[in-house]
């Protein structure tokens, strides 16, 4: 889909490379009206705004080919099923096997979900839903509508022939990665759970926990797909904090289903609610305000364990507040005001996580739903690249360049507009390159005719080195130490202005 884009437009940009997740994942927050009938309204309304701020949701949605397409179109072919709307949902479901290979996480999750619930249906002795048995016309015609979405998508318009089986592909590409190590732990995809959706994790647990004392078949149901798509997100070798996309859909679900309990205030205990949600809020920001000034003092110290004392102490405090409260008016005084004011405490939180997650904010620091090994300067290397080739040849993307050693498809996708060779190692010749990129290794046949200026490229989070003063400080900032990788850019000598063997191409 990006290529068509690509193809309307005569190129790319990384604002094209971007559009189709962006605009796919907006269109995530329509996803609960098509379930309103089983979620009911109110929750499903607050499923969308949820959906809508989910600081990992939404920096997928800024990522070029993100798992965010299966999950969006799995979902709406899902919707549209259940709504009986048979032509959309194999339109949906053709688009969602195109979508790369994070769709087999998802479908493994499903089918998992619903063999587990037969039977837990079974011990607990419901009855099977009351639906209507599907006529066999829906089915051909949800059909019909897959394999013709899939003609036309796989071959793009019939553009590219060969891409019509290019879809199984992803069946192969999921599957290796069963044998691949991985490459972070369990507890780091646990961690971000808690740094960044704390408050769908409290209220889906207090859901969670109600559901199933009280045999509720709804949430029964999204409390077991929650944690089958966590377990299957934490045994998968080459896991990332993007596979726990899964998880979210539930997870929100049931934080969606505890909040609307709590809306229905009555007139005579506004004011207890809101005082309480009002004390709430006030003593975890200065609980959160100790835990940002342990970041700025040595520990052990005599000033750390006095930061420390008072950041327990007020969560005692907050403690005993909420037990009086349920003593002196009622306890559900004290469970609306506290739901509510625990509600609004980590929805800023959440919001200024979601900044961080989608590299909204000025100050980017380190984010865990970030690609790994990210570009530090490469508009910098850009701008040399392209101010040198206009200098030696009147023009920006005149010049040629040779990656050598190099392993980068970013760095070709950044040098787009220049006539790209790649090459294994440097070959004496002749005729040199003009523009050449290699690894930081000094090479002495390229400094003999060379100039070069070193970048850093790619920029590696070193999360599993980390001690926990770094956990703590990137918890209040998003730091966490960084290795990187250098790379040099080397410009042939005379096509300097300062050269006395200037091409003939060059700039007086």
């Not at 984010?367 to 570009?375: G, N, V």
Request: proline content about 6%; aromatic content about 12%; some cysteine.
């Amino acid at each position: 889909m990006t290529s068509i884009v690509f193809f309307l437009y005569g190129g790319g940009t990384d604002f094209l490379a971007r559009l189709v997740p962006a605009l796919v994942g907006s269109a995530l927050v329509l996803v609960p009206f098509l379930f309103r009938d089983r979620l009911k309204p109110r929750p499903a309304l607050m499923l969308a705004f949820f959906l809508a701020f989910d600081p990992g949701l939404v920096a997928l949605a800024r990522q070029a080919g993100s798992p965010i397409l299966a999950l969006t179109f799995v979902l709406f072919a899902w919707g549209f099923w259940e709504r009986r709307r048979s032509r959309l949902a194999g339109v949906f479901a053709a688009l969602a096997l195109l979508s790369g290979s994070s769709l087999w996480e998802g479908l493994l999750g499903l089918g998992l979900t619903w063999a587990i619930l037969q039977l837990v249906e079974r011990l607990m002795g419901w009855n099977k839903d009351p639906s209507q048995k599907i006529p066999r016309s829906e089915w051909l015609s949800a059909l019909w509508s897959a394999l013709g979405t899939l003609l036309i998508g796989g071959t793009l318009f019939f553009l590219s022939p060969n891409g019509l089986g290019a879809w199984l592909s992803s069946l192969p590409e999921y599957l290796s990665g069963w044998v691949h190590p991985p490459q972070i732990s369990a507890g780091m995809m646990f961690f971000s759970l808690f740094a960044y959706q704390p408050l769908a994790l409290i209220l889906a647990a207090i859901t969670s926990v109600r559901g199933w004392k009280d045999s509720s078949r709804r949430v029964v149901r999204l409390s077991l797909w929650m944690f089958i798509a966590l377990l299957l997100a934490l045994v998968y070798p080459s896991h990332q904090v993007s596979d726990l996309v899964w998880m979210l859909i539930p997870l929100w679900s049931l934080a969606a289903l505890e909040l609307a309990r709590v809306v229905d205030v009555l007139p005579e205990e506004r004011r207890q609610v809101i005082g309480v949600a009002g004390l709430t809020v006030f003593i975890l920001f200065f609980v959160w305000l100790q835990f940002l000034s342990l970041n700025t003092l040595p520990l052990p110290s005599s000033q750390g364990t006095d930061r420390i004392w008072l950041l327990f102490g007020s969560l005692a405090l907050l403690v005993i507040c909420i037990l009086l409260v349920a003593v002196g008016w009622s306890a559900r005084t004290a469970r609306l005001g506290v739901t509510w004011g625990l509600a609004a405490a980590l929805g800023v939180y959440s919001f200024g996580a979601l900044l961080g997650a989608g590299n909204i904010r000025v100050a980017i620091g380190q984010e865990m739903w970030a690609a790994d090994k990210t570009p530090a300067q490469a508009d910098l290397l850009l701008t040399v690249v392209n101010e040198m080739s206009d200098w030696s040849k009147d023009n920006i993307n005149a010049q040629p360049v040779t990656i050598v050693g190099v392993d980068s498809p970013a760095l070709e996708w950044l040098l787009r507009g220049h006539s790209i060779t790649k090459l294994s190692s440097v070959h004496p010749s002749s005729s040199p390159p003009p523009f050449v990129i290699t690894s930081d290794q000094k090479d002495p046949s390229l400094s003999a005719t060379y100039r070069g200026e070193s970048f850093v490229w790619r920029e590696s989070t070193l999360w599993d080195n980390a001690a926990v003063p770094d956990w703590m400080r990137w918890l209040a900032y998003h730091e966490m130490p960084t290795s990187s990788e250098t790379i040099i850019f080397w410009v042939r000598d005379d096509l300097f202005l300062d050269s006395t063997g200037t091409s003939t191409g060059a700039k007086p």
